[in-house]
Every structure is written in C-alpha cells, then in structure tokens.
C-alpha cells in the first residue's frame, strides 16, 4: 500500500484568487448592475423577460417585457411585432393599430372593448394581444 501524499506540503490549487468573498460578491453585483441597469440610447427598446405557455392545445399564450429608453411624448409600444416607442398619445387614447404592431402582411383590427388589438395572417389566423400594463419611470428629453 502506497502512503498518502501529504497535504501540508502542497499548494492549494483553489487559493488563488486570494482577494475575500466578499470583494467577489461585491465584483459579481456590480457587474450584473452595469449590464441590467445600464441605460439604453434614447429612443430604443430591449426585451427583458419573454414566457411562452404552451400548454392549452391550439393556443399559445405569451407574455413579454420590454424596456425602453422613448424621448418626450412616447411610450413603450409594439411596431412590427417588435418593442418600440410610439407616440403617447395612441396608447392615451388605445388606437393599438396606429402604432402598426403587426407584421406588413397582416391587417389590425382593435378589440371591441380597446383592451388591445388581432392580427390577422392571409391565411385566416389570428393573434389577439391584450395590453395588461403599462409602467413608466423616466422619460429621456
């Protein structure tokens, strides 16, 4: 039987980095600061949180959110099946379809009650999308 190598004379290979956990907690924090929170250039948009439930037969429900950055007089609205900003007043007053949100093939009907708007495909299908909310922090001059 081999003896067992001895410890104390080793170097620990996982003692590099020296520095504390706490300074690597503080790096990692500061890092996903600067990447969550940094700002986006005036008049741009990013999605932030996409889910996707599949669940019921023939139906897919998706929920999405996005982050803008809109100058004076937009707000975070859908052009083109994509986040944009738009001109306030089409979410003031919910003419979803001024702010084209469907695809270029597609028509936009808004929904009889104005809680959102269906875009119809050449070949009959439909998307309905509801706006839940609609949450403002800054607007950019």
């Not at 410890?7 to 956990?21: D, E, L, T, Y």
């Not at 093939?105 to 269906?118: A, V």
Request: charged letters at 20%; glycine letters at 6%.
């Amino acid at each position: 039987m081999a003896p067992s190598p001895r410890i104390g004379n080793r170097k620990v290979a996982n003692a590099w980095p020296s520095m504390s956990s706490t300074f690597w907690a503080i790096m990692i924090l500061a890092s996903l600061l600067i990447v969550y929170c940094s700002q986006l250039a005036a008049g741009t948009c990013e999605i932030v949180t996409l889910d996707r439930d599949s669940s019921q037969p023939r139906r897919t429900i998706a929920r999405q959110t996005a982050r803008c950055a809109c100058k004076k007089g937009q707000i975070a609205g859908t052009t083109r099946a994509q986040p944009a900003c738009v001109d306030a007043r089409i979410v003031k007053t919910k003419q979803w379809c001024e702010m084209l949100p469907c695809l270029e093939e597609e028509g936009c009907n808004l929904l009889i009650n104005k809680s959102g708007w269906t875009c119809t495909q050449p070949g009959g299908r439909v998307k309905t999308t509801t706006v839940s909310h609609i949450l403002c922090f800054k607007v950019l001059n």
